[in-house]
């Protein structure tokens, strides 16, 4: 599985922006995709995740009321919508991918296979 994000840029805060990221090759056993970012100097960590079966949703709180995930089965591509935004929300933003089902860690790193290269999101304030 090769994963492709996309919609970063500079906004101000208060601002939105919209990150996609597409999946390409044995996408047919997705569990769940997800988003991680890492600002700078810092560990990478969880934004939010979607579960492929039930379409089941989940967010840091951080960004709760704020960010809202989403799917398009058709072009297996998941979206991350972003309003609202922060100078603390300035990060890099990784889309990642789970094909196994079983016990699902939706915040933990290890529990993704695949991960797309990363999209830059800075905020100005």
């Known amino acids: 599985v090769q994963l492709q994000a996309s919609g970063g840029g500079l906004v101000q805060a208060g601002g939105s922006l919209r990150l996609s990221c597409a999946a390409c090759?044995?996408?047919?056993?997705?569990?769940?995709m997800g988003w991680f970012r890492q600002a700078p100097g810092k560990e990478r960590v969880f934004v939010a995740a979607?579960?492929?079966?039930?379409?089941?949703?989940y967010y840091v709180d951080s960004v709760k009321g704020r960010f809202t995930i989403s799917r398009d089965n058709a072009k297996n591509t998941v979206y991350l919508q972003m309003n609202s935004l922060k100078p603390e929300d300035t990060a890099v933003y990784y889309c990642a991918s789970r094909s196994a089902g079983g016990v699902y860690y939706y915040a933990r790193i290890t529990s993704y296979s695949y991960w797309g290269q990363g999209t830059q999101v800075t905020v100005s304030s």
């Open positions: 090759g044995q996408t047919l056993s997705t569990y769940a």
């Open positions: 979607i579960r492929w079966g039930d379409s089941n949703t």
